[in-house]
């Protein structure tokens, strides 16, 4: 079962550019979420998708955070203008529909580096 | 606010010793806790779960304890081996329904050879 894709693997960005990341969720996950995770800290999540509908964006900075998930199936995180602080791993993951024997887990592909300078 | 904390930031044991990573948490309304193994330039996988109604679970060298009155956890490895090594992250979720889990800060394990 191929997992969690997603890309650039690193991306390297000057403050108040743009920058995107992409994520290929597992096969037949309908949940998908992005984490930001600092240096030093546990991953946060940024933003929640059921589908292509958005389950919870609570914690996203909507002022230059967006994120998308047309067809409901890849997912696509942007930020613009980048700052400072955005530097970051950018970790996407999914989860099986409720019901499955694994719908508790959350399956993690291996996240796109961030450096803004 | 930090509803999920790892207080130890590092341990080292040695190969074959018994490894205890610890996991604090403060939200009552947490009621499934995992641990999350990462490897440098990888992301997260997932290693072993507990529901709030249980408090032991065995896989293997891995067994998670869980004290809901201490709001403790803690992740027991054993025997440890060099391959462990790795970042440990305790994660929560917070109640049936709400798929989104809340991390701490991890716990980075050296096991020595």
């Known amino acids: 079962e191929a997992g969690v894709a997603q890309s650039p693997r690193y991306k390297i960005i000057e403050k108040r550019q743009s920058v995107a990341f992409w994520c290929n969720p597992i096969?037949?996950?309908?949940?998908l979420y992005w984490y930001q995770q600092i240096l030093g800290q546990g991953p946060k999540l940024l933003i929640q998708?059921?589908?292509?509908?958005?389950?919870?964006d609570s914690q996203l900075p909507k002022d230059r955070f967006s994120a998308e998930r047309l067809k409901g199936v890849d997912s696509t995180l942007k930020i613009q203008p980048a700052k400072l602080e955005d530097s970051a791993v950018y970790l996407c993951?999914?989860?099986?529909?409720?019901?499955?024997?694994?719908?508790?887990?959350?399956?993690f592909g291996s996240g796109t580096q961030l450096s803004v300078l | 606010d930090q509803q999920v904390k790892q207080n130890s930031p590092s341990l080292s044991v040695q190969e074959g010793r018994i490894s205890i990573l610890n996991c604090d948490y403060t939200n009552s309304m947490f009621d499934y806790f995992l641990w999350y193994k990462k490897y440098p330039a990888e992301g997260p996988t997932f290693l072993i779960s507990i529901s709030s109604i249980k408090d032991k679970n065995e896989d293997g060298r891995f067994t998670v304890f869980l004290n809901k009155s201490a709001k403790h956890l803690s992740l027991h490895i054993v025997p440890s081996q060099p391959g462990d090594s790795a970042v440990y992250f305790c994660?929560?979720?917070?109640?049936?329904?709400?798929?989104?889990?809340?991390f701490g800060k991890g716990t980075k394990l050296s096991v020595i050879p």
């Open positions: 993951a999914s989860r099986p529909l409720q019901g499955s024997v694994h719908n508790e887990k959350l399956f």
């Open positions: 998708f059921q589908n292509n509908g958005v389950v919870d």
């Open positions: 096969s037949g996950h309908a949940t």
């Open positions: 994660a929560a979720r917070r109640g049936a329904g709400s798929y989104q889990l809340t």
